[in-house]
């Protein structure tokens, strides 16, 4: 069959923030380059990929390419955010084209699975790891078989919106072929910011994620047991990025950093295979020290990503972060030391939080002294524990648009009202930059 995937655009959603510039920023749809091999190397399948993001499409102008491509299936990807313009988008095409099947799969529909069927232009629903569900789903929509028991997806029988069981894991993820990197141009996607000029990719070399944290929708799709693949995969799907000029990676894991042995490795294989890489990536506090950091900038490690959220040790709890100031402050050092520029991120109203705690972690963040910091606001998100803390008045029916991060909370606190959160978001960064160029103006 033929399928087109299609990566939605997101910045009908940013453009509203001006601390924002999304063109800086281009980011290759990896998640669904995985999902184009392995429907083609399993399924037989023909796939086109759609970047809307990339291409700042209008939802129009999405649906219309999607249409343009001739699909017999179109599938898109959703994170929470971009739910109602996923959900136009595909009306748009069913209005011209209601016998193509639609399907949805991504971070939003792991975490809410048959709701989103609630619309008439959604077809189906992938949850969790998609691969395997996906391929099985297309076999039976080609056959025209009723899905009942393909593990992992939710159809519509009738009228009603079924879920079927999820899906086991895949239990290694070195049997899943490399990523359909010639799906777009990956040529042609760049962090200005970070990478300069030059192309970059974003990749993940695991799934999954053994903490907790209260906010964080990486469970919902992956689960708690952390898969790995091996060294020599990762290394050799870089030596094919450096094959093709790409020398820029940012590695998406959820944390890089958490298995020191395999780090090693894979620091190591970019050595041996002169991959000339230029790398960012994610780590905690309480997974680096000086070793790990010495073998991250040999191979090329340019910035770490240390999510800190809260100076304050209560709010630290309450989110279940599991890491305390001085791990912070010891792993900022060793990055720094190491030559290794820092990228911390904070969270802003969290459950309880008074206007000290906001100001506290705003001082404490700019004190820190990191090269890029990010302030976002506490979002709780369906399908996390964090869900729970939201206004049960708002629940019913809830408009997830409203879920940004960035110029919202939803949060019931009368001690925070949305405005001031909004403000203060605003004005740290602001504080922040004004540092920056203090520092550099001196002498
Ligand atoms: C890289 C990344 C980004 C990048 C790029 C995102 C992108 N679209 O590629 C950037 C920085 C832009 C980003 C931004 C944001 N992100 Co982000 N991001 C990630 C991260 C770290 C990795 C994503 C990834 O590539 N994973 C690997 C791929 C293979 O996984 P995947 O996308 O889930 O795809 C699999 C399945 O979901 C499924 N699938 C996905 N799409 C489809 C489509 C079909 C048709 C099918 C059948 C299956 C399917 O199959 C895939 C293979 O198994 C994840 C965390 C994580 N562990 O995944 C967070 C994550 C996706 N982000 C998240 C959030 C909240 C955001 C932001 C709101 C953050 C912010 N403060 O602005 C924005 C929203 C962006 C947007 N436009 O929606 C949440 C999403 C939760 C939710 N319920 O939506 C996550 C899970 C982080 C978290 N810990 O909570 N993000
Ligand atoms: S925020 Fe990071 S460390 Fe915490 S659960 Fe999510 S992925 Fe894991």
């Known amino acids: 069959m033929r399928v087109t995937l299609v990566q939605p655009p997101s910045n009908s959603v940013y453009k509203q923030y001006k601390s924002f510039n999304r063109r800086a920023i281009k980011r290759f749809p990896f998640n669904l380059a995985c999902l184009a091999s392995y429907i083609t190397e399993r399924g ?26 001739g699909p017999d299936v179109v599938g898109l990807t959703s994170t929470t955010g971009i739910i109602d313009i996923v959900i136009a988008i595909a009306g748009l095409i069913k209005e011209e084209r209601p016998d193509i099947p639609i399907v949805l799969g991504g971070p939003h529909i792991s975490a809410v699975r048959q709701e989103v069927l609630r619309h008439d232009s959604i077809d189906f629903a992938v949850f969790g790891e998609g691969e395997a569900s996906f391929v099985e789903l297309l076999a039976s929509i080609e056959t025209g078989r009723t899905p009942s028991g393909v593990a992992g997806i939710a159809y519509r029988d009738g009228a009603t919106p079924r879920g079927n069981p999820a899906r086991e894991h895949i239990a290694d993820l070195d049997d899943l072929p490399m990523p359909m990197w010639d799906l777009f141009d990956c040529t042609d996607y760049h962090d200005f910011l970070i990478h300069g000029e030059d192309p970059y990719i974003i990749l993940t070399t695991s799934r999954g994620c053994p903490y907790d944290c209260i906010y964080c929708g990486s469970k919902t799709t992956w689960g708690k047991k952390v898969r ?72 090329g490690c340019k910035m770490i990503t240390f999510g800190v959220e809260s100076a304050s040790e209560k709010m630290l ?26 990228h911390t991120s904070y969270i802003i109203g969290c459950p309880g939080e008074t206007r000290e705690g906001v100001e506290e972690t705003i ?26 803390y939201m206004d049960p008045a708002l629940k ?11 110029g919202s909370y939803v949060l019931n606190n009368p001690e925070l009202p949305a405005e001031y959160l909004i403000e203060r978001q605003q004005k740290a960064y602001e504080a922040f930059n004004a540092r920056k160029e203090a520092t550099r103006a001196r002498p």
């Not at 094919?240 to 890089?256: C, E, K, M, Q, S």
């Not at 599991?322 to 820092?342: E, N, P, R, Y």
Request: hydrophobic content about 40%.
């Open 44 to 69: 037989g399948h023909k796939v086109t990929g759609i970047d809307a993001d990339h291409s700042e499409y209008s939802l129009e102008e999405t649906a219309r390419a999607a249409i343009e491509t």
């Open 317 to 342: 709890k309450v989110i279940k972060k599991q890491i305390d100031l001085d791990q912070v402050k010891g792993a900022l050092a060793i990055a720094k030391s190491a030559g290794i520029l820092t």
């Open 363 to 388: 001082d404490f963040a700019i004190e820190m002294d990191p090269d890029v910091v990010q302030f976002s606001i506490f979002t709780p998100l369906p399908g996390t524990e964090s869900w729970d």
């Open 228 to 299: 790995y693949y091996s060294p020599e995969y990762v290394v050799q799907e870089l030596a094919d990025l450096a094959a093709r000029g790409i020398h820029n990676f940012t590695f998406v894991d959820d944390t890089f950093t958490l298995n020191k042995r395999r780090l090693k490795a894979i620091c190591r294989g970019i050595i041996d295979r002169d991959i000339r890489a230029t790398f960012m990536c994610s780590s905690r506090v309480d997974t680096i020290d000086e070793e790990t950091a010495d073998f991250l900038k040999r191979a």
């Open 396 to 406: 019913e029916n809830f408009d997830y648009s409203k879920l940004h991060w960035y």
